[in-house]
T-cell receptor, first 111, second 114 residues
């Protein structure tokens, strides 16, 4: 099955700093989503981005499907950005839509 | 509109008891997915439904786990004879149809087996 690797596993930033989170995957995908898991455990949809580039406020994401990676950019970080960021992919034979998750990047933004 | 809802939000049960977890998908979404999040295993797929059919049950960890969906809407995940290793957060997601469509997650049910 598809393997998903996220880096770095942990990241500590000062408020106002920028960061880049990376997601590598081992096979072609039809679906790629970025999530932020808040302190209550809820997975918040950030981007649905199987290819291309999208921006939403201080966040943007780029997926280069041919090279099998995606990047999540956080600019001017705030303490509320703290939490775990997951990349999840779907695809392969059958394309049932089930998502394979990476292990996550834990972000801490200090005031 | 309303998002995915799950109940109960928390469940504590004794080892050996059966539990039922419920998921209400977004109205109009025909695809429904169950995942589990545990400390040792991360987020893992359990089962999905397209309508009331479950074509892929490959993620169910044992035959103590089963799921059904009725009326193309509500789904129930049942765990029989619970074990301590079943303790986890059980997450439900829905999408418009199966395949390459964005999934939206519910808040989860935190299951603790004592």
């Amino acid at each position: 099955g598809i393997q998903v690797e996220q880096s770095p596993p942990d990241l500590i930033l000062q408020e106002g700093a920028n960061s880049t989170l990376r997601c590598n995957f081992s096979d072609s995908v039809n679906n790629l989503q970025w999530f932020h898991q808040n302190p209550w455990g809820q997975l918040i949809n950030l981007f649905y981005i199987p290819s291309g580039t999208k921006q939403n406020g201080r966040l943007s994401a780029t997926t280069v499907a041919t090279e099998r990676y995606s990047l999540l950019y956080i600019s001017s970080s705030q303490t509320t950005d703290s939490g775990v960021y997951f990349c999840a992919v779907g695809g392969g034979s059958g394309n049932t839509g089930k998502l394979i998750f990476g292990q996550g990047t834990t972000l801490q933004v200090k005031p | 509109g309303a998002g995915v809802s799950q109940s109960p939000s928390n469940k504590v049960t004794e080892k050996g008891k059966d539990v039922e977890l419920r998921c209400d998908p977004i109205s109009g979404h025909t695809a429904l997915y169950w995942y589990r999040q545990s400390l040792g295993q991360g987020l893992e797929f359990l089962i999905y439904f397209q309508g009331n059919s479950a074509p892929d049950k490959s993620g169910l960890p044992s035959d103590r786990f089963s799921a059904e969906r009725t009326g193309g809407s509500v789904s129930t995940l049942t765990i029989q004879r619970t074990q301590q290793e079943d303790s986890a957060v059980y997450l439900c997601a829905s999408s418009l149809i199966t395949g390459s469509y964005e999934q939206y997650f519910g808040p989860g049910t935190r299951l603790t087996v004592t």
